[in-house]
Structure formats: structure tokens, C-alpha cells
């Protein structure tokens, strides 16, 4: 069958030879199987970033539909005000009755004024979001160091049949992005969904009727770019670990 | 051990080792697994190391397949000395020129019989749909042909062990290590799996390694290479087992060692016990 000489004559001759490679789509399909053959575990942990994501989302697209209306009541006064200078007249009043969602708003509005200035969120706010992203983080980064150590001898044979630190560094960031991104996007529509819905039973059609799309598309790409930073982030120092390990490790009889 | 026939392939020295030492720190406690071994594994060969649990024989075997490196000595691979490969030199090596085979089997449990074949392809380079062909072609060729698709855990211990089998000979090695490639198979199976191991080393010329205690590879093996306590106790070769195949049990150890007349580089000394 095939000649064997000398073991190294090969590598001399540069070029397909001496190349060891993992193609992307290879290992965008061995980070899937991985994940689909643990999938409650990848969803538990995926449960960390959604719920992270839709609180920011929440914050944010709250904040968008606030906005939206701020402005469209401070057109409407503006409107109002250059219409009808005296404030309380039979005829203003008979206005707001008309536009009671307009008046509910300015009354919501005030309330929150201090918060709406430029910004747009507290303090409190950015603080709350913060530290839910670093719970998260946390979380993907024991989920994955779990499942590091589950897999030594999986990783360790890999390394036996050729695998470059890279290939395994390669596949575990794939993995929790893919696991990040779904957990992300999972995230976006659910907090846009409860918010919208808070926002609804507040101010009612005013929410459809001054609906930032806009605002919340912004807001749900940058939930998205968040998110899965966060999961590959959190995955790095995990897949260097898992990288560094040895193949002797997968000579081990242990489970 | 220079007189046998079936030296013919001397002058190719697949795999030697010079005055190999390893010593493991245990916390204060230094542990000399190895103590200066000298071996020399011909190419073509079927070699067994044997010796007791904690006779460093494992230690010495991931040596010779490059996973691990010595304390001081050189473990020459094709004249190559180990020490001197760079990380991508090594994963190139196991790739390409070595074959692996654990005792757990250590299939990949996500992928499919197939797909743990062709993986070390994949890592080669070969294209998919050659690698596929070759991979289907090994599976048949190690009886499982009809189960090309299943999962690890969707087979027998020994239909896992030959998807290790047709795995390791993915791209042509020029060695295969088998670290107990018995150790958790019954007794039938075993042998099946030795009868394969050594189908592979007759037909396909592969030097095969193993490290085992289990008496039925002696029939199998080239050369038998006795491990006692870090050092080479003898090194035989299987014309001079006094012994018939077929009655090797597991309870013969005894007796086949005293039939057997020792020779190679025995080292008398100190025999302190090093393991803990």
C-alpha cells in the first residue's frame, strides 16, 4: 500500500505536506454537534445571556419609547402654545380630554424628567445593567470551565490525532458565540416584546402611534454587538485553558 | 537479539530511545518513573512493552509516541530527536506519522464512526469527499462497514475499539500506539482487536507499539520489551517464548516468565521502591 520512508521527508517538500488545518465550516459543525448534544446545559446557559440581554433591552428600548414621546409632546405643547397662548381655556381643556393618552404622557413625563435629560438612563439604571452583564459573564465563564474539565480527555484526543492549540481554541470561542448570539437575539425579541407590552398598558396607543423603530432597531444591534462580545469574551480565558491541556491527559483511564 | 530473522528491516530504526529519564515531582517527593532507558523499535515491527502497574511503562510508551518528553535522555522518532519539535512539528507528527489507540477508546462521543475516522483527515487537509471514501473504506475494512453512521455510544466496546483502529490508520502512519488496547474488552474481543492490530501491521507494514499486561498479546508481538520498575529488565523476542499460543491465560504470568530466558539490557542495582 502506501510507500513510508523516512517519517520527515515529507515535511521538507513545503506546502500540502506539512499543513494541518481545521477548516471554519468543520469547525463551525463540531461546535454545533457540541452544542446540540448538551442542549439543556448549552440552554441554561444561554438562559443567563437572554436574560441579561432583555434586561438591557428592556432599559433601552423603554428609554427609546419615552424619547419618542418626550418629543412628541414637546411638539404638541409647542403647537399647543403657539395656537393658544392663554394655558387654561374651556377649548385647551376640551383638547386634553380629546388627547387623553397626550395628557397621561405629560403627566408620566414629568415624573421621569430628571432621568430623560441628555443621557437618557440613571445612574441607577446603567449600574443595575452593568453588574446583570457581569452576572452573565460570570456565568458563561463557569459554564464554560465546566465544560472544559468534562471534556480533558475529549480535547486530549483530539490533540493525539493532530489538533493545534488553535483548532481547540477555535472551536470553543465558536461555541460559545454560537451560544451567545442565539442566546442574544433570544434575549432582544423577549425584551422588546415585555417592554413594548409595559409600554402599552401605560400609554396605550401613543406607543404605536409614536413608535421609534428607529430607536429600537439601534438599540437591538447594539444588544446584539454587547452580547456576543460578552460570550466570546467570556469564553477566551476557558478555551486558552483547554487549549494548554496536555495529550497525555487522554491516556487517563478516569472519566 | 541480533540473530533472529526477522531483523531484516535493521537498518531502519523506527523509534530510539537513549538513557531516557523522567521524574515526576509529587509535591516534595521526587518519583523516578523512569530510570534511563535504551531501547530500540525497528521499522515494521509489533512490540510490546509489558511490566507491572507503575513500572513506568506507560510513561516510557507516551514517551516513544512523543506525547510526553524525558527528564534527560533523547527519544529519537525516525532519527528525529522530540525534544527538538516545535509545537507544530508535534501536532504535525501526530497527525500524520503516528497512529493513537487508548484504552477507553476515546472516540470523539459527538461525532459519528465516520466522522471520528475522517477527522484526523480533516486535520490533514484532504478533502471532504476523499476523506469520506477512505473513511468508509477503513470502517469495512475493520468489519463495520454497515455502521459507518452510528454514535460511539450506539456501539460495542469492541466496534468502538476498531473505529480507534480504522481512525488511527486515517492517514497512513508510519507507528500506531495502543495503550492497553485490551484493557476494557472481554476476553474474545481482545483478541479480535490483536488479530486486527496485527492484520494492520502485516498488511500495511505499520510499526505497532503497545503497552499492555495482557498475556495474549505476547503471541502477537514482535518483540516483547519487560519493564520493571523505571528500567528495561529484558527485551524478547516471541521465537524465544518457550510457549503455545492459544494457552496463555492470565494465570500462566508466572510460569511463562520463568520459561522465558532474559536477555537484553538488564540492569542490576538498587531496587528501592519508587512508587509511593
Same mark, same amino acid.
Given at each position: 500500500m502506501p510507500e513510508r520512508g523516512g517519517l520527515f521527508e515529507e515535511k521538507d517538500r513545503a506546502g500540502v505536506g506539512r499543513q494541518i488545518v481545521l477548516p471554519w465550516s468543520k469547525a463551525f459543525e463540531i461546535s454545533m454537534k457540541s452544542l446540540k448534544i448538551r442542549f439543556w446545559r448549552s440552554m441554561i446557559t444561554m438562559s443567563g445571556i437572554?436574560?441579561?440581554?432583555?434586561?438591557?433591552?428592556?432599559?433601552?428600548?423603554?428609554?427609546?419609547?419615552?424619547?419618542?414621546?418626550?418629543?412628541? =409632546?414637546?411638539?404638541?405643547?409647542?403647537?399647543?402654545?403657539?395656537?393658544?397662548?392663554?394655558?387654561?381655556?374651556? *377649548?385647551?381643556?376640551?383638547?386634553?380630554?380629546?388627547?387623553?393618552?397626550?395628557?397621561?404622557?405629560?403627566?408620566?413625563? !414629568?415624573?421621569?424628567? /430628571?432621568?430623560?435629560?441628555? !443621557?437618557?438612563?440613571?445612574?441607577? *439604571?446603567?449600574?443595575?445593567?452593568?453588574?446583570?452583564?457581569?452576572?452573565?459573564?460570570?456565568?458563561?465563564?463557569?459554564?464554560?470551565?465546566?465544560? =472544559? !474539565? /468534562?471534556?480533558?480527555?475529549?480535547?486530549?484526543?483530539?490533540?493525539?490525532?493532530?489538533?493545534?492549540?488553535?483548532?481547540?481554541?477555535?472551536?470553543?470561542?465558536?461555541?460559545?458565540?454560537?451560544?451567545?448570539?442565539?442566546? !442574544?437575539?433570544?434575549?432582544?425579541?423577549?425584551?422588546?416584546?415585555?417592554?413594548?407590552?409595559?409600554? &402599552?398598558? &401605560? &400609554?396605550?396607543?401613543?406607543? =404605536?402611534?409614536?413608535?421609534?423603530?428607529?430607536?429600537?432597531?439601534?438599540?437591538a444591534l447594539m444588544a446584539l454587538l454587547v452580547g456576543s462580545f460578552l460570550s466570546?469574551?467570556?469564553?477566551?480565558?476557558?478555551? &486558552?485553558?483547554?487549549?494548554?491541556?496536555?495529550?497525555? *491527559?487522554?491516556?487517563?483511564?478516569e472519566e | 537479539m541480533s540473530t533472529a530473522d526477522n531483523v531484516e528491516t535493521k537498518e531502519h530504526k523506527i523509534v530510539r530511545t537513549k538513557n531516557v529519564r523522567r521524574v515526576y515531582r509529587m509535591g516534595n517527593e521526587e518519583v523516578h518513573a523512569l530510570r534511563g532507558i535504551t531501547m530500540t523499535v525497528q521499522a515494521g515491527e509489533y512490540i510490546s512493552i509489558m511490566g507491572p502497574s507503575g513500572s513506568g511503562k506507560s510513561t516510557l510508551f507516551n514517551m516513544?509516541?512523543? $506525547?510526553?518528553?524525558?527528564?534527560?535522555?533523547?527519544? @529519537?522518532?525516525?532519527?528525529?530527536?522530540?525534544?527538538? $519539535?516545535?509545537? @507544530?512539528? #508535534?501536532?504535525? #507528527?501526530?497527525?500524520?506519522?503516528?497512529? @493513537?489507540?487508548?484504552?477507553?477508546?476515546? #472516540?470523539?462521543?459527538?461525532?459519528?464512526? $465516520?466522522?471520528?475516522?475522517? $477527522?484526523?483527515?480533516?486535520?490533514?487537509g484532504v478533502s471532504t469527499d476523499e476523506s469520506r471514501d477512505k473513511g468508509v473504506e477503513l470502517l469495512s475494512k475493520v468489519g463495520l462497514g454497515e455502521r459507518v453512521l452510528h454514535k460511539p455510544f450506539e456501539l460495542s466496546g469492541g466496534q468502538q475499539q476498531r473505529v480507534a483502529i480504522a481512525r488511527a490508520m486515517a492517514n497512513d502512519p508510519a507507528i500506531i500506539l495502543a495503550d492497553e488496547p485490551t484493557g476494557n474488552l472481554d476476553l474474545a474481543t481482545g483478541k479480535e482487536i490483536i488479530e486486527m492490530l496485527k492484520q494492520m501491521n502485516d498488511e500495511f507494514d505499520v510499526t505497532i507499539i503497545t503497552a499492555t499486561h495482557d498475556m495474549k498479546m505476547l503471541a502477537a508481538s514482535d518483540r516483547i520489551v519487560w519493564i520493571t520498575d523505571g528500567r528495561v529488565d529484558r527485551i524478547e523476542r516471541r521465537e524465544d517464548l518457550d510457549i503455545e499460543v492459544g494457552s496463555v491465560g492470565g494465570d500462566t504470568e508466572g510460569g511463562v516468565e520463568a520459561s522465558l530466558r532474559g536477555e537484553g539490557e538488564e540492569e542490576e542495582g538498587e531496587q528501592e521502591n519508587q512508587e509511593q
Open positions: 437572554i436574560l441579561a440581554i432583555a434586561f438591557l433591552m428592556s432599559i433601552w428600548t423603554s428609554n427609546a419609547f419615552l424619547s419618542s414621546f418626550k418629543i412628541a =409632546v414637546l411638539e404638541e405643547q409647542g403647537e399647543g402654545a403657539a395656537k393658544s397662548p392663554p394655558p387654561k381655556t374651556v *377649548d385647551s381643556q376640551e383638547n386634553e380630554q380629546a388627547e387623553e393618552p397626550i395628557a397621561r404622557l405629560r403627566k408620566a413625563l !414629568t415624573k421621569q424628567k /430628571e432621568d430623560l435629560e441628555e !443621557t437618557g438612563l440613571s445612574a441607577k *439604571d446603567i449600574w443595575l445593567v452593568v453588574l446583570s452583564l457581569l452576572v452573565c459573564v460570570v456565568g458563561i465563564v463557569n459554564a464554560m470551565l465546566m465544560s =472544559v !474539565t /468534562e471534556r480533558i480527555r475529549e480535547i486530549g484526543t483530539m490533540k493525539c490525532l493532530g489538533a493545534l492549540n488553535g483548532f481547540i481554541v477555535k472551536l470553543f470561542l465558536l461555541e460559545s458565540s454560537l451560544q451567545g448570539i442565539a442566546g !442574544t437575539a433570544i434575549g432582544i425579541i423577549l425584551g422588546f416584546i415585555l417592554t413594548f407590552l409595559r409600554t &402599552y398598558v &401605560y &400609554y396605550g396607543g401613543a406607543t =404605536v402611534a409614536h413608535f421609534p423603530g428607529g430607536g429600537i432597531a439601534f438599540c466570546v469574551f467570556a469564553a477566551i480565558f476557558p478555551a &486558552y485553558r483547554a487549549a494548554g491541556m496536555q495529550p497525555v *491527559d487522554a491516556m487517563r483511564v | 516513544v509516541g512523543g $506525547l510526553d518528553k524525558p527528564t534527560s535522555g533523547s527519544v @529519537y522518532i525516525d532519527e528525529v530527536d522530540v525534544a527538538e $519539535l516545535d509545537a @507544530y512539528e #508535534l501536532a504535525w #507528527l501526530r497527525c500524520r506519522k503516528i497512529g @493513537y489507540i487508548f484504552q477507553s477508546f476515546n #472516540l470523539i462521543p459527538v461525532m459519528t464512526a $465516520l466522522e471520528n475516522v475522517t $477527522l484526523p483527515m480533516v486535520f490533514a
